[in-house]
């Protein structure tokens, strides 16, 4: 069973940037999906991005467009969530997730269900 495990995070100014990495414990990364979720206290987990096995797509939800970017490097084996313009409103526990299957769109990859394979989470959190 591959593990997923995150790091980065911490404590952000409004406005600042983090950097968010998910590595796999063995495997190769290239054959999952991976996105990332988060979870604020109270609040049901919700989809941040997600990116294709190739990492030609990606998917942003409405919210973070334009501020997080999801990149992968399969050289590396690494999926990483580069977030600016933080805002309080995004703190949260992020968590990567992954599973075997190909992407098939927008409404597949931000449901929980398909996601398999999650990372220990890690706190992101913003001043104001």
């Known amino acids: 069973q591959v593990q997923l495990v995150q790091s980065g995070g911490g404590l952000v100014q409004a406005g600042g940037s983090l950097r968010l990495s998910c590595a796999p414990s063995?495997?190769?990364?290239?054959?999952?999906?991976v996105a990332w979720f988060r979870q604020i206290p109270g609040k049901e987990r919700e989809f941040v991005a997600a990116?294709?096995?190739?990492?030609?797509?990606?998917y942003y939800e409405h919210f973070v467009k334009g501020r997080f970017t999801i990149s992968r490097d399969n050289a590396k084996n690494t999926v990483d969530l580069e977030m600016k313009w933080l805002q309080p409103e995004d703190a949260a526990v992020y968590y990567c997730?992954?599973?075997?299957?190909?992407?098939?769109?927008?409404?597949?990859?931000?449901?929980?269900?398909?996601?398999?394979?999650w990372g220990q989470g890690t706190q992101v959190t913003v001043s104001a």
């Open positions: 990116i294709s096995r190739s990492g030609i797509r990606t």
């Open positions: 063995r495997e190769a990364f290239d054959r999952y999906t």
């Open positions: 997730a992954a599973h075997l299957r190909a992407d098939y769109g927008w409404g597949d990859v931000r449901r929980m269900e398909p996601y398999d394979h």
